[in-house]
């Protein structure tokens, strides 16, 4: 018993010094620390080992249930993450895995984002927050403002009203695109009469009341699988997300949705949202918006963007123009931690209207009373770090121009890719880049020839055969773990809309150099080589 | 021309800097994060400003809606945050805030987090998180097995196996509880014959299937706000969810709750979940978990528990009993950033049942392919950072019984602040602590007696005067920004019912030590005689 009062009393005092003393700077993580700030590109390149191990041997690592009964100490803990976590991430930051949204973060980020994580501000309440609130607020309004370009009475007037938000922050574009649409359903199914409203009474209820056969969201096929989790979550079914085709550069083609948008009507199904597409996932195409926003004013819905990856692209007065008749959305969501160099969990959501928060709004006794300017009374989460001050900080030291510079490059850069690819004897662009996202496959040059002349049926030989080569050939690459880039299946046009399996590049990185993009068709090239029947398959096919 | 082309040349170089080169350790950037790596309270002291600037003077500062045409030098832009963002936040960490359910950190989050921050992975997919998913499925197992204690057979079984999953990481219990709701939604309401199941064709045709009257959600009155927020986005309508009468330690009755679920099955209406709170935000109780696990099962419905804030109780052995019944749980709520001090942003929901994510499963084409382990394919959120790193660590580094002993003080600090409040002339307990919240109120000598022994309408007057002064204590104890307790008004048994406005507070800090707690009493007393009017003004009350 002694003993073990000895035992509390001195694990009492290492707890104490657990949330007072800091790391010595010579310890293992000061040390770690010290590298990271130093060069943190550096850091990833030492410690993340490009291996091509399996998941389910890197899951060997992470297989025991127990809440340790023993402390560890935070240097041994710290060579154990180096070793089964930081050795076995994902390079996101390189220069040459440019598969995927997730960039290199500016270096003034790493020290901010421990500002912000010391700070520990909760943005649910000004009582946790205080400042980030306000902050927050002016982020939405300059968000606004970069979107609808409201004069300054405007902003003054709306920016810090309790009652009014611009918008809302969140983890990411998926709570957003829910938000937005969540917003949208409770407007359209208001209180109204002796009904309270769906936000009270609930979707069955409503659809009683006002009498509509169903409710459905328009979007082109190439829309983000959040918009049908949105359906889901919100009570419409994702059968009700109606997907519009698109054309040869997949964008929603208008005479279509207007169509669709008649058809409905005449059955007395209510349309809840169109939704306009700003930078698709996997092609980086940007829909018609302002033939979208005609179609949603002469049929009086709500006309949502999601605008998650090109939003951004508003920053650069050269390219702007491709996302001309945003400002006619109801709502835009816009990812920060996409091309707006933030890191993971940086979500906007904007409203043209201020007031459009009032029918998602929420009150408690102990916060968010009414009349308090808390963010929490209307937004999904609760709870929310200050990532606002991320993004603030960003607009401030890289500007306006300087995220031009950004993005205008990341264009250049995939039109540069592009032509490669052109050129290349052996392989063959797919969806040529609007934005810095593009897709291609490797055709051999054996095969090039004859996909061209070749019949329907022999067509969709040769396009399955190269779909199973180019799923080799990014398996591959993926574990050899030099360079990424990512792969999906999309409906092409010039093969009579089938399915094709190709590679999508992302290429907003800054580092990515020409050199990054010659070295990986090389490396794809070598690769290829390497695919023991499929390639001789192929071949043989093409001689049919 | 050629200027703005050079222009273009010198932001572009800076702009590459940005990316490349970290802060030097004697810049700005760099002296302020050695200040907070070296002494965070210290920091956090030095450089946030107790003011009573109201929130509309801070406002001035965060005003303007242009996102800057001139980039900032990272200096000067620090300079501006410490100025106006810093030197304006609220001390979460500071021993003497004990208003909130945030709490002082660890030290070693503060490099961890930069780590996690520079790493940036997406756990939305393996793609980008390799590592990081089954390290996060092994934290949820770690989280299930405190909770469901099953066998490690069952671990080695279900933890990462590609089509389960024991739970879900996201931002914060809102979403925890939003996310445990809408699987019970989405599986009561399911495909059945010719009926496609809720997620494919919504809510209304579901209840037109199964000829349900509605659906409803029973928590006790004290549950969170979030619940109602889940059943509007679910939905279901607030007016659906029925609050049920607590008793005098504010837990659920469950003779009443058994009652209503009588009434209710009666009607047809059908009950989605019964909700138990295991720490209810404003006074800390726990509900009878098994009493109300017998409910739920006779009733054959869906039971969460909202363990957000007391989930963090299961890692005492001494206290845990407290929750038991909460392994009968479908689902259970627990926010790692608020009792496991991890920042802000981190929730978690358990599932007892591994194939429960199977209801709410999405997939797309070019990630969440059916069958890979992307940790996206069964979340409400999609792109999300790698905060269960964060958990992870802590539960090794802090350890079990590191956690236990953290609860147990702030558990025993909690009984003797109520001890001492029970013995101040001044005061009135009005919850006692189950964890570590309790509530009270000033009430001055004078006015002790004559509350026991008046009538009903002089002591609803009485407790309206006492109300006004304790808010008026409340406000100005803020705004002078020592020290900080938050306010709520709570019903109270012995005043008839009656809501009460009374001071909350939360002892989960580590470093708050008696000497703080009685300086918060003193403080209040001080206080209390500045009230010009409203003390005066209750004592010629009392002496009617």
């Not at 030492?46 to 023993?70: G, K, M, Y």
Request: with cysteine; charged share 20%.
């Amino acid at each position: 018993m002694a003993f073990a009062k000895r035992t509390a009393q001195a694990t009492n005092e290492s707890l104490h010094r657990i949330f007072t003393m800091a790391e010595a700077p010579d310890s293992t993580l000061g040390r770690i620390e010290q590298e990271m700030s130093q060069n943190l590109v550096g850091f990833l390149n030492n410690h993340i080992v490009a291996s091509n191990n399996a998941l389910t041997d890197i899951e060997q690592d992470f297989i025991c249930p127990h809440i340790p009964e023993q402390p560890e100490f935070v240097s041994d803990h710290m060579h154990h993450l180096l070793d089964k976590l930081v050795a076995q991430s994902v390079h996101t930051a390189s220069p040459s895995f440019i598969g995927h949204m997730t960039s290199a973060l500016p270096a003034f980020i790493l020290p901010l984002s421990k500002l912000m994580v010391g700070l520990n501000q909760n943005l649910v309440k000004v009582e946790t927050s205080k400042a980030f609130t306000p902050l927050e607020r002016q982020v939405l309004g300059m968000m606004h403002n970069l979107v609808y370009h409201k004069d300054d009475s405007f902003y003054h007037t709306w920016m810090h009203s309790a009652e009014h938000s611009l918008g809302a922050f969140c983890s990411g574009g998926t709570v957003a695109n829910i938000t937005a649409l969540w917003v949208a359903r409770n407007k359209l199914l208001k209180a109204d009469g002796d009904f309270k409203g769906i936000t009270r009474s609930g979707l069955f209820s409503a659809l009683q009341h006002y009498d509509y056969q169903g409710l459905v969201i328009l979007v082109s096929e190439r829309g983000h699988y959040s918009l049908k989790k949105s359906a889901d979550i919100l009570g419409i079914g994702q059968d009700s997300v109606i997907a519009i085709e698109t054309d040869e550069n997949n964008k929603i083609d208008c005479q279509k949705l207007a169509q669709k948008c008649q058809q409905l009507q005449e059955k007395n199904i209510k349309i809840l949202s169109i939704v306009g597409v700003a930078g698709t996932t996997e092609t980086g195409n940007v829909d018609p918006l302002d033939k979208m926003a005609d179609i949603a004013h002469q049929y009086q819905c709500h006309f949502h963007v999601d605008a998650a990856w090109g939003g951004a692209t508003l920053l650069s007065n050269k390219h702007k123009y491709l996302l001309d008749g945003i400002e006619r959305a109801d709502s835009v969501t816009i990812d920060a931690h996409k091309q707006m160099y933030v890191p993971m969990g940086a979500g906007v959501v904007l409203f043209k209207d201020p007031s459009s928060v009032a029918d998602i709004e929420h009150h408690a006794e102990y916060i968010l009373r009414k009349g308090s300017k808390d963010l929490g009374s209307h937004t999904l989460e609760g709870s929310r770090p200050g990532m606002a001050m991320l993004l603030y900080a960003s607009l401030h030291i890289i500007s306006r121009p300087g995220y031009e510079l950004l993005i205008n490059q990341a264009i250049e850069k995939a039109q540069y890719f592009a032509d490669i690819i052109n050129k290349h004897e052996d392989f063959e662009l797919i969806t040529k880049p609007e934005l810095c996202l593009l897709t291609y496959r490797y055709v051999p040059k054996a095969v090039h020839a004859l996909l061209k002349r070749a019949d329907e049926e022999q067509q969709s030989l040769l396009n399955e055969l190269l779909g199973k080569l180019t799923e080799f050939i990014q398996k591959r690459q993926r574990e050899d773990g030099r360079s990424f880039v990512s792969r999906t299946r999309i409906q092409v046009a010039r093969y009579g809309g089938e399915k094709i399996i190709v590679f999508r590049v992302v290429l907003a990185n800054p580092l990515t150099s020409k050199e990054n993009l010659q070295d990986i068709l090389t490396e794809q090239c070598l690769l290829a080589q390497e695919s023991e029947k499929l390639l001789p398959q192929l071949l043989i096919a093409a001689k049919l």
